[in-house]
C-alpha cells in the first residue's frame, strides 16, 4: 500500500503552537520534507523527534517532488514541514501536494499555525470575507497586474512582505489603492508582537523613520461596494444610453441583463429604458425611399 503525505504545520513564533498530533505525526512518519533543515533541526531537537529529514524548497520542488512521491508509492509515510505556519500556503508545499493528488497518493492536512489568519483574527478588520495575496510579484508587470486587480476588491485583503521591503510595498499600495485602513502585524506570537491599526499613509509615516523588524503582514480593508457604485455611476454619466448599454455588452451580460443593470445605474425601470434605445434606434435609421 501507498504511504500517505501529511502537512504538517508548525510554530511560527512561539514554540508553544505546536499541537500534540502534529509531534506525534513528526515522529511516526518516516521521512520528514523540510523548507530548511537547519532551522527544522531547531524544532525537532526542541520536541525530541529523530525522524529522518531531507530538503523540499523553491529551488528542488519539482526533482525532489517526484522522489518523495515514489518513496510514497512504496508505502513510506512523509510529513511536509515550513520554516514556520502551515504548508502549501505561500510555499513550494503547493507543487508537491498537486503532483501527490494526480499520482493517487492520500494527502492529509494537520491544522495549526498560519500567519495570514492570526493576522486577520486580531486586525478588526472584517473577516467573514478575505482574499490572501501573499507576497505581491516581483515582476513589475505583474504586480501592476495583481494592484490593478485589488481596485475594486471588496474583501479584506491579506499581503506578506519582508521587513526590508515593507516601506516600498506600502508606497506601491497607497499609490495603486488610494489610502485604506490597514492593521501591520509583526513579530506574530512572539514577545514583541504587535498590531498597529493604521492607514497606508500613517504606516508610511512611522516606517521611513523606524525600520521595521521581524516578517510582516499587512491586513487591509477593501473597497467598499458603495464607492464602487458611485464610481461606475460617474463612468457613464456622460455617455449615452447606448454606450452605456456597450459598457455591459462587452462584459458578455445578454442585451436583457445589461437593460436591468442600466436601468439600476439610472434608477429607472428596464421598460424606460427600452422605450428610450428603442427610440434611439428610429432616430438612426434612414427614411425610407418608398
Known amino acids: 500500500m501507498a504511504g500517505k503525505l501529511y502537512l504538517v504545520a508548525t510554530p511560527i513564533g512561539n514554540m508553544e503552537d505546536m499541537t500534540f498530533r502534529a509531534v506525534r505525526i513528526l515522529k511516526e512518519v518516516d521521512l520528514i520534507a523540510a523548507e530548511d533543515t537547519r532551522n527544522s533541526m531547531k524544532l525537532l531537537r526542541h520536541f525530541d523527534i529523530h525522524t529522518p529529514m531531507t530538503s523540499y524548497h523553491e529551488f528542488n520542488k519539482i526533482d525532489k517532488a517526484y522522489t518523495l512521491i515514489e518513496k510514497l508509492k512504496q508505502g513510506a509515510d512523509v510529513a511536509l514541514i515550513t520554516d514556520a505556519g502551515t504548508p502549501g500556503i505561500s510555499d513550494p508545499g503547493e507543487d508537491l501536494v498537486r503532483l501527490a493528488s494526480e499520482a ?16 486577520l483574527t486580531i486586525s478588526s478588520l ?5 482574499c490572501f495575496e501573499a507576497f505581491l510579484p516581483a515582476d513589475k508587470k505583474e504586480k501592476e497586474q495583481i494592484l490593478e ?3 475594486t476588491e471588496t474583501r479584506t ?14 508606497k506601491e499600495l497607497e499609490n495603486a489603492l488610494g489610502d485604506r485602513r490597514i492593521t501591520l502585524c509583526r513579530e506574530l506570537t512572539k ?6 491599526c493604521t492607514t497606508l499613509s500613517g504606516a508610511l509615516k512611522r516606517y521611513e523613520t523606524v525600520e521595521p523588524k521581524g516578517e510582516c503582514v499587512i491586513v487591509m480593508e477593501g473597497r467598499s461596494r458603495r ?9 457613464w454619466e456622460n455617455k449615452s444610453l447606448g454606450e452605456h448599454m456597450d459598457i455591459y455588452l462587452k462584459q458578455g451580460m445578454s442585451r436583457k441583463d ?8 439610472r434608477g429607472v425601470s428596464k421598460s424606460d429604458i427600452y422605450r428610450q434605445l428603442l427610440g434611439e434606434q428610429n432616430r438612426e435609421e434612414p427614411p425610407s425611399r418608398a
Open 149 to 151: 486587480e485589488l481596485k
Open 104 to 119: 493517487g497518493i492520500g494527502i492529509t492536512s494537520l491544522p495549526g499555525c498560519c500567519a495570514a489568519v492570526t493576522a
Open 126 to 130: 472584517p473577516t467573514r470575507r478575505f
Open 258 to 265: 445589461a437593460m436591468k443593470a442600466v436601468a439600476r445605474d
Open 157 to 170: 485583503i491579506i499581503i506578506y512582505e519582508a521587513p526590508h521591503r515593507l516601506v516600498r510595498t506600502l
Open 227 to 235: 464607492d464602487i457604485r458611485e464610481e461606475e455611476q460617474r463612468s
Open 191 to 196: 514577545k514583541h508582537e504587535e498590531a498597529f
